[in-house]
Every structure is written in C-alpha cells, then in structure tokens.
DNA sequence: TGGTCAAATGATAGCGCTGTCATTCTGTTT
DNA sequence: AAACAGAATGACAGCGCTATCATTTGACCA
C-alpha cells in the first residue's frame, strides 16, 4: 500500500505539499499539484483515511439511532439523513437500538469514543448517560431528535406538530359527523402520543363532545398491534363509528379486524392513520392519513446536526415540519 | 480529554500496561488491572477509536450496500446485518446507493481508504472497479453479495434458488388449473429475474404449456410498477388469469388495478408476490408469496464476511437459503 | 539592482495508541 | 542460595497523516 511518502517521493517534493495538494488543491501552484496528482496515479495512492481522522479528529460520519429499521417510516426517514449526509461528505452508521435504552447508550459512546461526529436519534430519549448531558460542557453534545420531542428542552429537535396534526384529524372525523371516535395510540409516555392525544382531546373539546377513556387503546405501531386495537374497540358497548390509528401500519392492521368482523370501511366505520407511507393509497379503501415529510425530516435533522457540529445553531433549536391532512376513501360519513 | 497517558501516570504504571489491561486483561495481573480500572474510571477515560483503529489497522465497521432503504425487504436484511454486526461489535456503514453505478463505487471506495473492513452488497453488481478485482491480488477482497447472484463467480454469494422458487410458485398456479400466467419481472439483466424466469419457463416446459413471451412485463418493484403492469397484462387480447409479480409492492399496485378494473382477486384472476413482507398476510386477499429468510440473509453475508475477512473462507462460496412457499387467499381455481 | 512582501514549499513534531523487544519480578527447582 | 523459566511490566518506535512554523521562491516596484 503506497503512502504519502512514495507520493511525495515520486513527485519530487515534500509530504507536506502532497497532503496540500491533495486536500486543499488552492494553495499549492498549479504546476505542482499537478506534478503530484500524477504521481499519486502513478503510484496507485490512496490515502488512508483513518490516519487523516485520527490526525484531523473528525470521522466525518453520524450515527443514526433509530428505534426499529423495518419501520417503513424510519426506513424513509434513515434515507434522508444519509442522503444529506453524503451530499456533505459524510458517512451515516447504523443503530439499530429495538427501543432498549442500553443499546442506545452503547451506539452513543461512539461519540464519546471518537468514532462518530454526532448523533440523530429518532426516538424519545436522550442517548447518553445523564452525567454526559452536563450543563457544565461549554461544548454543545452533537445531537438531534428527529421526529420525537423530548422533554428535555435543551436538545435540540425537529419535529411535527403532533398536536395540531392530532386536532386536524379529529377534525376531520367530527365534521364527518363522527362523535365516538376510537384511537390506537403508542407508548403513552411518548411525547408524541401525548402531543396527538392533547390535540384530541381539544378537538373534542372544541365540539362539545365528551372524552371518554374507554375510547383509548395502546398499540406498539405494529400491524398486529393494530389489529388487536380495533378488535378491542369494536368489542365495546358502544363501539366507535371512526379509529384514528397513531401510525399507517396500525391501520392497515385495523381494517382488517374490521372487515374480518364483517364491517366496511368506511360504511360502518370510518378509519385514519398517520405518517402516509406510499402504500396507503394502495390500501383498498385508499387510507386517509396525516402525511408527515420523512424525507426532509432527515434533511432537516442533517442540517441542524452540521450546525450543531460547527458551533452555530441558529435558529430555532426546535423546528417545526409541515404536516398535511391526507384525506381518503377509508373515511366517509357516520352511518 | 484523558488519554491513556493520563491513566498511566494515574495508575502509576506504563502506558503500554494501561493498554494492556485494558484490551487483553488476561495478560496482566489482578492487582494491576484493578489498579488501572479504578484510574481509567477516575480520570474518565474514554479510549480514542479512532487511534485505535488508525495504529490496529482495523476499523471494525462494515458497509452495507443497498439500492434502496426504503424497500422493506431490504430494510429488513439491513437490520438483519447490523444484528449479526454488533454482535460482533461492528458497526454498520450505511450505502444507499439508488441503484447508481457511480455512487456504489463511491461508497466501495471506503474499503480502499481503509474505512472500512468489508462490504455487503445487496445488488448484482461488483462494486469496485474491475482493475481491482485483479485476480493477481493474493488477498482476498472481502466483498460477500447478498441476496442477489452476481455472474462473476468469484464473488461469494448468500442467496435463494430463485430458479426453484420461481419454478415452485408457477407450479401453484399450474395447479390451480392457470395456464396463461403474467408476470411483472424486475429489471430484465438481473441475475435474479433470469433465475425466477427461468423457473417459469421449466415449469411451462414441465407441463406442456407453451411460453408466451406477451405475457411478461417489466417494472421496477415500486407499487406503481405492479400497479401499470397489471394494467398491461389486462389490457391482452388474452389476459392471463393468474399474475405472478417478482416481488410483494408489486403484486399489491396489481392488485389495486385488478380491482380497479372491476375484477376480483382471485376469483377473476389469482396474484402472487415474491418476498412475502409482514404485511402481505394482512392484504385483501392475503398475498400468496414466495417467503424469503430476509433476516437470515443478513446473517449469513456476516458470517461469511467475516470468515473472508480472517482468510479462511470455509465451505462454500455460494450459500443457498430455503425459501417457502406460502399460498393464501390471493390465488385460487382459474376461472 | 536591491528591497519588499506574499505565495509556495519544506522540515518536523506529534496525534493516541499498540506491537515489539528488553527488562524486571516472581516462584520453583536443584 | 543459585539457577532458571515464565509471567508481568516498561521503554520506545512508529502507524500515515496534518498543523505549525521556518524557509525559499517569485513577482513587483522603487
């Protein structure tokens, strides 16, 4: 493996030049760089750049923390970042934490450890051991939520507004004449189910129309989980004539608890979901959903993390995306 | 930041012993090892990757090339990958390569700089420049192809006998009583649509049904794929009664032009895909598919990464997983 | 021609760690 | 107690590169 030396060696000049002329092709002569770019081809040079991160103490890559990487949102999400990222030059490494905080406190040390510049975490959760997140750093910690809020208010996030998407939907279902509307909600501790589920209760609110608990179901956004969800609501009393599914999938799995129950959608019951994946147009009846902008999320977080990264975030530390109420054959009039 | 300077002087010891006790512990004594722990503790030592990696010659990462995150059945060999990574404790790189060429080389390039220990790649295509495929090269490249069979045969490969399952789902339908069989293949130089049609045509063969080559249509396994080619295959002077996509997106767009078109599934004509994703026993009618071991596949091309990275490439080159054929609702008697 | 200044280049230290070899320590055997 | 082997530790070079500072070169003008 040929080195900057043979370069520098072969081109009659010194390592110094080569590295210049090589990283930052303005500041040697014309000549030369081109003495050198020759000799590098000659020799076959390629240079070995973990020697240039560990010399220049930058990976020129971020971590990707995501929660479940066969979610098809996330997996969209994921493409944005690294699609920002290589257009920087930077590598995305994959975390895949299946929700556990330990794993995700294990992908974090790579920041700790030099291996990474920075951080996006698609989830809830501050990545590093608390101790970490010291005020007393003067040195912001690169990272960023994307698509989660957090509680803590210091690290900066891009994010929807879930309660006004929230509100929006259940808006939706009540001007339909809906008044018993039925969610399949996530983990409640979220800050995002709360947000929807605050925009549902206003909703409600709003229109004179009661909260009623029973209403309320917990899914984990799988499509089982929202199978189970519907059977659960449509076993009620009085069952709901509209669900409003916390994510497309859980939809997917709710009309089909529905039609197996020997009910149409929307005809006796209507039902929405959130994120508007590609396939919910596909979905027979086609789904209505909460579009939520996975790709620019990714962009967006890319951009704030570079920021971050260079010292200067300006700006909003919490951003905002726009939602857009996706509305589709799978709702329709109460009956 | 500490270093390991630092932890010696702690520790009252060298640094060579801090290095030791930390990464072979069993080489040194309890008492020092005790006595270094507590010192690294103290002062906080983080170890630097980064001059670890750069000094040790290994980067412990790996890349995953993949035309496209946000296919699911990618997404789920990927988390698949970067399972078996970490559980070797490497890291995953990231290479959504859009099915370019050029941005494949790119990423590939990273092994060539020494970023990067391995690839796997999840297209047909050899992903470095042929010159340094040289054959001369006593090392071997640790490339290993996923998923998809490359023509170079020197490339180890995890793959399906796509001609047998190709063969297998054809002699369903075949069954079933179909004779005119669409399909929507993938792109046409794939060695992976040329296994599956080649199952297709010994399966006609077999039964002394005539090839009709009208009957095949292209797309790109995106939803509006299926979705225009079922329309094609429709629009025949003699339609087929049963369509055989090569991949679950596709046999879904199917599906929703077959339904569009007032036809009903299967009793006007049978649809089956090819991967069987999560969500196909969830259609209306559930997909009939051929089930891919998509998690296993990310498995394997680690294991035999890694074997290629140690040198000792045992078994094998070209390792078959087992499909299964999962028929369900969506295919049915010919009408 | 000589002086001045900026541009271009060279020389060199050293990033933090590990691998190698030399040295010291420990315990056992004679 | 001497001899020795093996375990434990220390000393130190150096991985390939970049950053820094010193030096040289060249352009320009008085």
New binding site residues.
């Given amino acids: 493996?040929s080195?900057?030396?043979t370069?520098?060696k072969k081109a009659?000049?010194?390592?110094?030049?080569?590295?210049?002329?090589?990283?930052k092709p303005?500041?040697?002569?014309e000549?030369?760089?081109k003495k050198v770019q020759d000799a590098a081809k000659e020799v076959g040079?390629?240079?070995?750049?973990m020697?240039?991160v560990?010399?220049?103490?930058k990976t020129h890559s971020v971590l990707a923390l995501v929660p479940d990487m066969s979610n098809p949102f996330f997996a969209r999400v994921i493409s944005g970042i690294q699609k920002a990222a290589k257009s920087r030059g930077y590598n995305v490494i994959l975390g895949n934490t299946l929700g556990s905080a330990d794993i995700e406190r294990d992908f974090a040390r790579l920041l700790q450890t030099s291996q990474t510049d920075g951080i996006i975490q698609l989830s809830a959760r501050y990545p590093l051991e608390s101790s970490e997140n010291d005020s007393s750093n003067p040195v912001p910690v690169p990272i960023v939520n994307c698509c989660e809020c957090v509680t803590d208010d210091s690290m900066p996030t891009v994010q929807l507004d879930n309660q006004a998407a929230g509100k929006a939907m259940i808006n939706h279902l009540i001007q339909l004449g809906h008044s018993r509307i039925g969610v399949i909600i996530g983990p409640p501790e979220s800050p995002l189910t709360v947000g929807r589920m605050a925009g549902y209760k206003v909703a409600l609110h709003e229109n004179g129309l009661e909260f009623d608990e029973k209403l309320v179901t917990e899914g984990d956004y799988s499509l089982n989980a929202g199978e189970v969800g519907a059977k659960t609501l449509l076993a009620l009393e009085e069952a709901p004539t509209a669900i409003f599914c916390f994510n497309d999938e859980m939809a997917y799995g709710a009309m089909r608890s529905i039609k197996e129950a020997g009910l149409r959608v929307p005809g006796d019951i209507s039902v929405a979901g959130f994120d508007d994946l590609p396939f919910s147009k596909y979905m027979e009846p086609a789904l209505t959903s909460v579009r939520q902008p996975s790709v620019d999320f990714g962009d967006v977080a890319v951009e704030m993390l570079f920021e971050l990264m260079a010292g200067n975030l300006q700006g909003e530390r919490h951003r905002q995306l726009e939602f857009e109420l996706v509305a589709r054959a799978s709702t329709g009039r109460a009956s």
Same sequence: chains 1, 2.
């Fill in positions: 493996m080195n900057i030396r370069v520098a009659g000049v010194s390592v110094a030049t080569v590295s210049r002329a090589l990283q303005d500041v040697v002569s000549k030369t760089r040079y390629r240079p070995n750049m020697a240039k560990f010399r220049s103490k």
